[in-house]
């Protein structure tokens, strides 16, 4: 049976994740900092207490499954706050960049021995990583750092590749999450199964692709 590990898997997308992969028959491994009442109720394996900004937590992940195998590694955990040119906040802009996009490229190398040909690896991005596609300014922590997450995401695309090992970098739509405040036009579990379609169609030929939810390739 394939293995699937979700980051930040407690709650939101990742939640939804866990629960559609599991009908499918996969195991889920669902990684987050802290348990919730409604992961636990699916019944798949929690490893809880990772926090993907520190390597000695990551590191001890990596060794709980030394041995095992991943056919899919989705890296979903990630921060939202907003900043105006008028009130920056320096730390909160730290604090994204080391979640949103340091923490999936720690959580892919800390992992990387767990993967193999075959495997996939799926980036939680956002349209608003897009530098051609900005065209209101504003959320600068989110923005950056999600574009830099798009950019790791192509040069492991790239680095991979020769493992065949193939990389997703993948909008999910304005989702309905306590990320969001609960706004958005889409419900978590309908962004999650559009994903999994994504990443159904992801291979060596289209590795690397910035994909909106919906299958239309997103301006970097």
Same mark, same amino acid.
Request: glycine content about 10%.
């Given at each position: 049976?394939?293995?699937?590990l ?29 348990e ?18 520190s ?14 195998? *991943?056919?899919l ?5 990630? +921060? /939202?706050? @907003?900043? %105006?040119?008028? !009130? $920056? ?15 999936? *490229? ?6 990387s021995? +767990? /993967?193999? @040909?075959? %495997?996939?690896? !799926? $980036? ?22 999600k574009?830099? +997450? ?6 492991? !695309?790239?680095d ?31 962004? !999650? ?22 299958g239309s390739?997103?301006?970097?």
């Amino acid at each position: 049976m394939a293995t699937a590990l979700v980051t930040g898997a407690n709650r939101g997308i990742g939640l939804s994740f866990a629960k559609l992969l599991k009908a499918r028959g996969v195991t889920v491994i669902a990684a987050c900092r802290r348990e919730t009442p409604e992961l636990a109720a699916l019944g798949v394996e929690v490893a809880a207490g990772v926090d993907v900004t520190s390597d000695k937590s990551l590191n001890l992940l990596a060794e709980k499954l030394k041995g095992r195998t *991943l056919a899919l590694l989705i890296n979903n955990a990630g +921060l /939202l706050a @907003s900043e %105006s040119l008028a !009130a $920056l906040d320096f730390g909160s802009i730290q604090r994204q960049m080391e979640v949103n996009a340091y923490g999936p *490229l720690r959580v892919t190398h800390k992992l990387s021995s +767990l /993967l193999e @040909s075959g %495997s996939k690896v !799926a $980036l939680i991005t956002s349209r608003m990583g897009s530098i051609g596609d900005n065209t209101s300014g504003g959320m600068y922590g989110y923005r950056m750092s999600k574009a830099a +997450l798009n950019a790791a995401g192509k040069s492991l !695309a790239h680095d991979l590749r020769g493992l065949g090992i193939a990389v997703a970098i993948l909008h999910p739509g304005y989702v309905k999450t306590q990320m969001t405040g609960n706004h958005g036009n889409v419900a978590p579990d309908d962004a !999650a199964r559009a994903l999994l379609t994504r990443i159904d169609q992801l291979d060596l030929q289209n590795t690397g692709t910035f994909w909106h939810a919906d299958g239309s390739v997103l301006p970097w």
